[in-house]
T-cell receptor, first 116, second 115 residues
Framework: DGGITQSPKYLFRKEGQNVTLSCEQNLNHDAMYWYRQDPGQGLRLIYYSQIVNDFQKGDIAEGYSVSREKKESFPLTVTSAQKNPTAFYLC???????????????FGDGTRLSIL | AQKVTQAQTEISVVEKEDVTLDCVYETRDTTYYLFWYKQPPSGELVFLIRRNSFDEQNEISGRYSWNFQKSTSSFNFTITASQVVDSAVYFCAFDRGSTLGRLYFGRGTQLTVWP
């Protein structure tokens, strides 16, 4: 079945450690997005990518990095510079680039990151 | 700047009651798109509906209905005869339609339906 796969489901980070969250999609979507969800805060955009080898910062990019080497993959690295990384991270994709701005985003099941 | 407000943080109802979730947005754009998503306890967001700014027709899908009013900048969501399976967090979201497909989300409304 087509969809978005995020892994791992749960992740623990030690102080000073970088961790990478995986996001893979087989929907043939050009656009991919990373959101952070905190209790009572809704979803906030971290990074997004409209096409391979190109990405833009969202509203809360500090302490995070991404790459987009393949259409199917958009990994997010939470660096040691992110001082409060504990949150639920959601990856999404859409056919915005080809289908227009009214295309819904499709979401993965999320990764819950905690600090040890 | 775009802004989406969901003033109701939590709502509790008993099964079979009707419930309306409010969404108010702010924008100076004339072309834009509005969405509702459902987030069940499992965590993934499920797309429910999208509306563009030129289409103010209300929509009904089974027990779900949506009321879009540009005059009050509102896009409210009503569940008729609620069921326990409707328990989830519901998000309203806004797309400017001008660039890049990014969504602006409200803070969400936690709906709990008791048996």
């Amino acid at each position: 079945d087509g969809g978005i796969t995020q892994s791992p489901k749960y992740l623990f980070r030690k102080e000073g450690q970088n961790v990478t969250l995986s996001c893979e999609q087989n929907l043939n979507h050009d656009a991919m997005y990373w959101y952070r969800q905190d209790p009572g805060q809704g979803l906030r955009l971290i990074y997004y990518s409209q096409i391979v080898n190109d990405f833009q910062k969202g509203d809360i990019a500090e302490g995070y990095s991404v790459s987009r080497e393949k259409k199917e993959s958009f990994p997010l690295t939470v660096t040691s510079a992110q001082k409060n990384p504990t949150a639920f991270y959601l990856c999404a994709s859409s056919s915005y680039r080809t289908g227009g701005p009214n295309q819904p985003q499709h979401f993965g099941d999320g990764t819950r990151l905690s600090i040890l | 700047a775009q802004k989406v407000t969901q003033a109701q943080t939590e709502i509790s109802v008993v099964e079979k009651e009707d419930v309306t979730l409010d969404c108010v947005y702010e924008t100076r754009d004339t072309t834009y798109y509005l969405f509702w998503y459902k987030q069940p306890p499992s965590g993934e967001l499920v797309f429910l509906i999208r509306r563009n700014s030129f289409d103010e027709q209300n929509e009904i899908s089974g027990r779900y209905s949506w009321n879009f009013q540009k005059s009050t900048s509102s896009f409210n969501f009503t569940i008729t005869a609620s069921q326990v399976v409707d328990s989830a967090v519901y998000f309203c979201a806004f797309d400017r339609g001008s660039t890049l497909g990014r969504l602006y989300f409200g803070r969400g409304t936690q709906l709990t339906v008791w048996p």
